[in-house]
């Protein structure tokens, strides 16, 4: 458990309102203007028709009980009704159109973000977690179209209301509306200060929140080291008596202030309905307004206030849009590390011929070189296996093939081509890489071994994993190769998984292939049916191995020793054992070791 993190400056806005944030915002409105100006105009006659309804009942007692005319009164009940009827059609069509606009633009936010997700370099994965990742794309997100479909309708018609409210009562009798509106200063002064209250406690809830999230993750991803501690007891109280109570008594005390709030909201309109009834039915009583007038300012002033406390309870829906809004942008704007030039071409079918020439390397935001001086020639159909320490650059080496970096310093040529001249998909293409930790999709197991060849056949596919030692275990599932593994293949062992992996990178049928600590993670007996598979997946292909396995060492036609970003020694094995340098002591601890 974790002490109280501080408030993640990250999850809020520096301003309560950003115009640039806003502007990016109604960016994505921007093809949907129509929709929203239909929108914004059924919102004004639904204001409209709601406004006239205190209007209607004052003509029905002035014209109509006062003067004893029942045509009158039966016109303005007609009226009424009218306006109801009308209220109910444009709010019907308004929430259609909202719902429409606001579940469109998701769409358009959520396609959006995948897509740039996607592009992005295998850095910016480095620094974001995915769990940052999915609340952007799901929370944030919902938060936009929940303030879009709902809330910024609610602000409008709560202004519209505001706007044909006043006209209808100061249209009425000036003197009387001016007095009603006195209370209006106090109201503002009282809402400026809920809203810098607010805003703190905003921050503070959802630090909270987060840190509740953030204790309960880590807690049930641990469950395992919890249990064989005997920690649940300890945890359970660290939870209750700290994480949680933060969070319960951090709420309340947000809630003793709307509690303050609102209930002075109330206040002032009771005061200014007071003042109405007190000076309206003095003004009757002198015969200087009529009984109609003074009930239908009591009406406007009862709907007068509504809107104004809705608007102030809307602050924090507007805040979260801020705080929302500003982080998707950001997300958005995340540059893409790794692009296509505008006249990059497609790479041919490649032999395989890969030259690393004086290629140095380092991350944008660390300018310590990963790489140095790095000078390798493979030649097609070679097997060249990278041995060395963690953190020498033997897996950095493999990203830059594979661009998901760029070098540089140097070039890294296919066939004599710049890889930095082809298009990222068509070098990646002729690609295969099998990693240690195999990641296999939701999909059944023919879908899993399919997805490095869309276009591969039945016969196929089986075939690959045939050849791999996959095919035995397959069909022995439940629904054969029709199984469903269940997200990340939790049905499979790790030595299943990492078979059907080969199988897939076998079935791609790649011109360069990539085995990052591919059996590392496999028992010997597994690894005896993958050695016996090694043999038909590296022919003819121009293959690169990092392993620690001695058996996949070996039998590589180069090894190629890494040692602080730089070359120490290549040759192979019988070679490099012969110099009694850098390898021969790794070859003997591993010896040891196995």
């Known amino acids: ?59 029905s007692l002035d014209s109509g009980i006062a003067q004893g005319n029942p045509w009158v009164l039966r016109d303005m009940v007609l009226l009424f009704l009218l306006t109801a009827v009308l209220q109910w059609v444009t709010v019907y069509y308004r929430v259609l159109i ?9 769409f358009d936010l959520r396609a959006r973000m995948f897509a740039h997700l996607q592009e992005l370099s295998l850095s910016f994965f480095n620094r974001y977690s995915v769990g940052r990742l999915i609340v952007r794309v799901i929370n944030d997100v919902s938060v936009l179209r929940d303030f879009i479909t709902w809330a910024m309708l609610a602000i409008a018609r ?11 009562m100061l249209a009425m009798d000036f003197k009387l509306s001016l007095l009603t509106f006195s209370v209006l200063p106090v109201m503002v002064w009282v809402t400026v200060i809920f809203r810098k209250t607010a805003r703190e406690n905003y921050r503070v809830t959802r630090a909270a929140i987060s840190w509740v999230n953030s204790v309960l993750a880590e807690n049930i991803n641990a469950v395992r080291v919890v249990q064989s501690f005997s920690r649940e007891e300890y945890n359970y109280n660290t939870f209750r ?3 949680n109570k933060n969070n319960l008594d951090v709420n309340l005390k947000a809630v003793r202030y709307a509690a303050r709030f609102f209930p002075t909201i109330d206040f002032l309109g009771t005061v200014a309905l007071a003042l109405a009834i007190w000076l309206g039915g003095t003004a009757v009583l002198g015969q200087q307004i009529s009984a109609g007038v003074l009930v239908a300012f009591v009406l406007y002033i009862s709907r007068f206030f509504e809107p104004i406390r809705d608007l102030s309870n ?20 995340t540059p893409i590390e790794v692009q296509d030039r505008p006249d990059a071409a497609r790479l041919p079918v490649i032999r395989g011929d890969v030259e690393f020439r004086n ?68 070098l990646r293409s002729q690609m295969g890489i099998v990693l240690q930790d195999p990641f296999l999709f939701s999909g059944t197991v023919r879908e899993n071994i399919r997805f490095g060849r869309l276009d591969a056949r039945d016969a196929e596919l089986e075939e690959a994993a045939a050849a791999v030692g996959a095919d ?3 069909r022995k599932l439940r629904l054969g ?85 730089k070359i120490i020694e290549q040759g192979n094995h019988a070679e490099l054992l012969a110099m009694h340098g850098h390898y021969y002591d790794l070859y003997s601890m591993r010896f040891e070791e196995e």
Do not use: C
Not at 98 to 106: D, E, F, P
């Open 1 to 59: 458990m974790t002490v109280a993190p501080p408030i993640p400056t990250e999850d809020l806005p520096q301003k309560g309102f950003d115009p640039l944030v806003t502007r990016q915002i109604l960016g994505f409105l921007s093809p949907y203007k129509l929709a929203l100006i239909g929108s914004l105009l059924l919102m004004a006659v639904t204001s409209a028709a709601a406004a006239a309804g205190p209007y209607l009942i004052k003509v």
């Open 158 to 168: 709560d202004f519209f209301t505001i706007i044909f409210i006043v006209i209808s």
């Open 98 to 106: 909202m719902a429409w606009v606001g579940q469109s633009i998701i």
């Open 359 to 426: 290629v140095d390397f380092h991350y944008s935001d660390e300018p310590t070189p990963v790489l140095t001086g790095i000078n390798l020639h493979v030649l097609p159909g070679e097997t060249v296996a990278f041995v060395g320490k963690t953190g020498a650059g033997k897996t950095t080496l493999i990203k830059l093939l594979g661009r998901f970096h760029d070098v540089t310093g140097g070039q890294l040529l296919v066939d004599g081509i710049d890889v930095r001249d082809v298009s990222q998909n068509s």
């Open 314 to 333: 809307r602050y924090d829906a507007f805040q979260s849009t801020m705080a929302s809004g500003e982080r998707i942008m950001a997300l958005i704007a």
């Open 241 to 243: 008596n700290t994480v």
């Open 472 to 474: 035995e275990f397959i």
């Open 481 to 565: 190769y029709e199984t469903p593994v269940e997200e990340g293949g939790v049905i499979l062992s790790v030595g299943q998984r990492q078979l059907i992996s080969f199988a897939r990178a076998l079935l791609a049928n790649p011109r360069l292939l990539i085995l990052d600590e591919a059996t590392s993670s496999v028992d010997t007996q597994t690894e005896r049916i993958i050695q016996a598979a090694l043999t038909r997946l590296l022919s003819n292909r121009t293959s690169f191995v990092i392993a620690h396995r001695l058996s996949t060492i070996t039998n590589a036609d180069r090894i190629v020793v890494i040692e602080g970003g």
